[in-house]
Antibody, heavy 116, light 107 residues
């Protein structure tokens, strides 16, 4: 069945770079797009960016200058890197299967805290 | 960006009752609205997309309606497993944006 699982550090220092990995199973990254979505505690989700099935990327303009999404199809993995982290980047980060611009499967999410 | 506003933020109801959640967009999004359910310990679940199309596996007691800027999620005859947080998301234009959520609690 379709599964997505995020992994990465739970604590990041301010001004440092966040690196997360999404490992997928049950579908091919060359057939489906994957998006990253984050959610600060107590707030609604925010779409961050997308890795298209064809390898292209799209980013939320609010994050574009800090964000990079890449993939390794041989490992069924999608990567997120975001630099210059601040405390308001604290929240839960999800990878999702992106189908027609909505998200039909979600990972469990990984909690990221930005703190010194 | 399209701002999505959900109301109410909190809603208390009892099993068997029917409830409605509103989602308003700051500009027309045609019918491109999705609804999600969030429950502790479970992955988020897509319920409805394109305003009113039920995702496979979504019970028929859930329905979505609306177009343009005003949308509604209705849950008829609440079951115990329906108490959760619900989010709307517009999928009409970049960047895709979400509402702030509605927590449906047991009365």
């Amino acid at each position: 069945q379709v599964q997505l699982k995020e992994s990465g550090p739970g604590l990041v220092q301010p001004s440092e770079t966040l690196s997360l990995t999404c490992t997928v199973s049950g579908f091919s990254l060359t057939s489906y797009s994957v998006s990253w979505v984050r959610q600060p505690s107590g707030k609604g989700p925010e779409w961050m960016g997308r890795m298209w099935y064809d390898g292209d990327t799209a980013y939320n303009s609010a994050l574009k200058s800090r964000l990079s999404i890449s993939r390794d199809t041989s490992k069924n993995q999608v990567f997120l890197k975001m630099n210059s982290l601040q405390t308001d980047d604290t929240g839960t980060y999800y990878c999702t299967r992106d189908w027609n611009n909505y998200f039909d499967y979600w990972g469990q999410g990984v909690m990221v805290t930005v703190s010194s | 960006d399209v701002q999505m506003t959900q109301s109410p933020s909190y809603l208390a109801a009892s099993p068997g009752e029917s409830v409605s959640i509103s989602c308003k967009a700051s500009k027309s999004i045609n019918t491109y609205l999705a609804w999600y359910q969030e429950k502790p310990g479970k992955t988020n679940k897509l319920l409805i997309y394109s305003g009113s199309t039920l995702q496979s596996g979504t019970p028929s007691r859930f329905s979505g309606s609306g177009s343009g800027t005003d949308f509604t999620l209705t849950i008829r005859s609440l079951e115990p497993e329906d108490f959760a947080v619900y989010y709307c998301q517009q999928h009409n234009e970049y960047p895709w944006t979400f509402g702030g959520g509605t927590k449906l609690e047991l009365k």
